[in-house]
């Protein structure tokens, strides 16, 4: 801003023209007065520009506060989520009493047909003891029938003669008509008798066959029993599913009660359900350290200078966020807090700072 | 709307720029009739003045090598005028006005330090060539140089004409692979489309030729030139050319005249520089939007966008780069930005390694180091070039100036 040059020629210009000589030096005047701001402002601008990428990649107890609000796209997305999560565990709820019922039901179903099948197994195997009591007696039986009915037989072939006899005898007048029609109708009731006792033979035998062997009758008592146990396992299935789904829906229940729990410790629940301004802020993982329920917030001037107490830390919260850096504008990952603020203005501040000030003022 | 018109004029210097370095490689493959018609047969008179300022023996070997001029020794002479320099170039001056005596060499010395554009004015003084080459006392020229330059004055209307500036030191460091891809990127592409609309807006002076009677008529412009009543030394050759434009004369710069020079090692020294360069663009376009009616009616549309938009492109720059800081403060830091100039970097080593293997690069990947220069310039260059209008001195050598003024001193 300063020359050593001269020149003859523009000293006689001047000289000529001495009102320009004024008006020179009034505009150099202006002119080095503004180089001179500007170019300080400039070397200030620098130097800042400098210290704040310094002072924010090598401070470590920085926080972003965040304005959350009702309409805010992340607290009704999460909003809507709650709501769908707990419109489940109702869905659910019901499902889980429709089951239980039925599980009762079919249980109970379960219960008689047990009860059922060891009435049939009971009836079978007291059936089956006395057959086989009873079975060899009415063998025997049945032998005698057989020999007796030989017996009857033989008997009855001579009785035949006899009537011969008689018929001869009435035709030949040696005894009267009704003695002969008396004698031949004690034949004929032989006769009868005896075919009886073959009736009776047979059904003997058919009862002997019965005891002794098994039969469509029993076939068919096992095949319902079959039935019966077939349809109690498929019962016990039915049942097993019904249990599993229920501990399955019950369980489900329990997850979306401790999801919900966990999402009422989240800012974007407080914020969506507070009756009051609630205040966060978000701390980058850098950061962490500096972090403590109940450590003072700073607020400063110039984001790093003439720093007062502005409240404290109050909670907080698991969940991971990212934001742009302040500063810097890059994404970076960190978690948030809620802060009890004293002075609410602060909250609009770029940056606000935990535990202590940044600087020793 | 301001920052959209900002954004637009930033746009539209970035889209020039390309179309410029497209063009100039277009026309350098598909137009070879876009060069100027020479004639080596008219062997005018010439005056090689030497300005010179503190250069110690470097005005000998620049001497040296005019001596070794292929063009006839009887039609030029060598005029070196001392602007009192304070180390000892003016013996130097004078060791070669006594070695070289196959040429015409004259001394002089100014009566006080007045800055090289009255330096080359003093220096006038004692020609009565038909053409005048003005000179830089730290190049060395090619023998062909001279011819080269003459040859052109053969069409009509060609009023100054540059010769191509090379440089001797590529592989010094790291600034001088930048400054020599950035060399050759200029000369070999950027300014192909004005020469063929004979209308280049700054022929370096390293190495100027000029008809006389046109630099006698600019003569008196160039010695009253002032800031507000002081006196301006920087930046002649930038205010010749565009005055030459101005009176309707075409200028064109010749690659086939070739000249080496050193080019700064040190940070400060093309800081310096830089800071000189970047001043006058900036005081010539305060001169082209003072009279851009009369600008608009005399030249070539190629030479007002070029005269209007590098410097405003470097205002711009300014401006987007606050902007940019204070928004997004490692925007700055994202890789494309290298990549492309890796990528340019690797693009014209080897088109250097091809076409002008003097200058051919051993690391071409330093070009990469642009960026950071890229962005220093535009932040700190230009404001500092607005606020130092005021400044009149040589620029790099003012500082060798007051060491050697000290050492007198001391001693």
Not at chain 2, 5 to 22: A, T
Not at chain 2, 93 to 117: E, H, P, W, Y
Not at chain 2, 138 to 165: K, N, S
């Given at each position: ?356 000030k940044p600087l020793l003022f | 709307m301001a920052p959209i018109l ?303 938009l590098t410097p405003l492109g470097a205002i711009v720059a300014l401006?987007?780069m606050v902007t940019m800081l204070s928004s997004n403060p490692l ?81």
């Amino acid at each position: 801003m300063t020359t050593k040059a001269s020149d003859s020629t523009l000293r006689s210009e001047r000289a000529r023209k001495p009102i320009y000589g004024i008006l020179y030096k009034i505009t150099l005047a202006f002119y080095r007065v503004f180089a001179i701001v500007t170019l300080y402002a400039v070397l200030a601008g620098i130097f800042c520009y400098a210290f704040i990428m310094g002072f924010y990649a090598l401070n470590r107890s920085w926080a972003a506060p965040i304005i959350l609000s009702a309409s805010d796209d992340k607290s009704l997305d999460f909003v809507q989520k709650l709501v769908l999560s707990r419109q489940s565990i109702e869905d659910l709820k019901v499902d889980v009493v429709r089951q239980q019922t039925t599980l009762d039901e079919m249980a109970k179903y379960r219960s008689s047909l047990l009860a059922l099948d060891a009435q049939l197994q009971a009836a079978i195997v007291r059936e089956r003891a006395h057959d086989r009591l009873t079975g060899p007696q009415l063998t025997a039986l049945d032998e005698q029938k057989q020999a007796d009915n030989r017996k009857t037989r033989e008997v009855l072939a001579q009785s035949h003669q006899l009537a011969t006899q008689i018929k001869n005898d009435l035709a030949s007048g040696l005894i009267a008509k009704g003695d002969a029609a008396a004698q031949l109708a004690a034949l004929n009731h032989a006769d009868t008798d005896y075919t009886d006792s073959r009736i009776a033979g047979v059904m003997l035998s058919d009862s002997v066959l019965d005891k002794t062997t098994v039969g469509t009758k029993s076939l068919e008592v096992l095949e319902k029993q079959a039935e019966l146990r077939s349809d109690i396992a498929q019962l016990d299935v039915t049942l097993n599913v019904a249990q599993k789904q229920l501990e399955e829906d019950n369980r489900q229940i329990d997850r979306l009660r401790s999801a919900i729990g966990i999402a009422k410790q989240s800012p974007y629940y407080l914020n969506a359900n507070g009756s009051n301004r609630i205040y966060f802020a978000f701390v980058p993982y850098d950061n962490q350290a500096s972090v403590t329920v109940g450590a003072p917030i700073y607020d400063c001037y110039l984001n790093m200078v003439l720093c007062r107490k502005v409240g404290s830390v109050k909670q907080v919260f698991v969940g991971e966020q990212v934001i742009n850096h302040p500063i810097f504008k890059t994404q970076v990952r960190g978690l948030t807090i809620q802060m009890n603020l004293s002075r609410p203005e602060s909250a609009k501040s770029q940056t606000v700072f935990l535990g202590g000030k940044p600087l020793l003022f | 709307m301001a920052p959209i018109l900002v954004w637009l004029i930033l746009f539209l210097c970035l889209v020039i720029s390309i179309v410029k370095y497209l063009m100039g490689l277009l026309m350098r493959l598909a137009f070879p009739s876009a060069k100027i018609r020479k004639d080596y047969t008219w062997q005018p008179t010439v005056s090689v003045l030497l300005p010179c300022y503190n250069e110690g023996q470097t005005v000998y070997n620049s001497i040296e090598s005019i001596s070794r001029s292929n063009y006839p020794a009887g039609s030029f002479e060598v005029i070196a005028q001392d602007d009192c320099s304070v180390d000892d170039s003016y013996e130097w001056m004078l060791k070669a006005q006594r070695d070289f005596t196959n040429i015409s060499i004259r001394v002089g010395r100014n009566d006080q330090n007045c800055g090289k554009a009255r330096t080359v004015c003093n220096a006038l003084q004692h020609s009565r060539a038909e053409i005048i080459i003005s000179i830089d006392s730290d190049c060395i020229f090619h023998p062909d140089a001279m011819r080269e330059l003459t040859a052109c004055f053969a069409e009509p209307g060609i009023g100054a004409v540059g010769g191509r500036v090379g440089v001797s030191n590529p592989n010094d460091n790291i600034l001088t692979i930048i400054q020599t891809i950035v060399y050759y990127a200029a000369f070999e592409l950027y300014k192909i489309p004005e020469n063929s609309t004979r209308s280049i807006c700054c022929i370096s002076g390293c190495l100027f030729a000029i008809r006389r009677e046109l630099l006698l008529e600019i003569e008196p412009i160039l010695r009253a030139r002032h800031w507000f009543g002081i006196p301006v030394n920087q930046g002649e050759d930038r205010f010749l050319t565009h005055q030459v434009l101005m009176r309707g004369f075409g200028t064109y710069i010749n690659n086939d005249a070739l000249c080496w020079t050193a080019v700064p090692t040190k940070l400060s020294v093309l800081f310096n520089q830089q800071l000189r360069w970047r001043s006058s663009i900036l005081r010539d376009l305060f001169y082209t939007l003072r009279s851009l009616p009369k600008h608009v009616f005399k030249l070539h549309p190629n030479a007002i966008y070029t005269m209007i938009l590098t410097p405003l492109g470097a205002i711009v720059a300014l401006l987007v780069m606050v902007t940019m800081l204070s928004s997004n403060p490692l925007a700055w830091a994202s890789p494309l930005p290298l990549v492309a100039y890796l990528g340019l970097g690797a693009i014209f080593s080897w088109a250097i390694g091809k076409f002008s293997i003097r200058e051919t690069i051993r690391h071409p990947l330093a070009f990469g180091a642009y960026i950071a220069w890229s962005f220093s310039s535009s932040l700190f260059i230009t404001p500092l070039a607005l606020c130092t209008f005021d400044s009149g001195d040589w620029g790099t050598r003012a500082k060798v100036s007051e060491e050697a003024h000290l050492d007198h001193q001391s001693k």
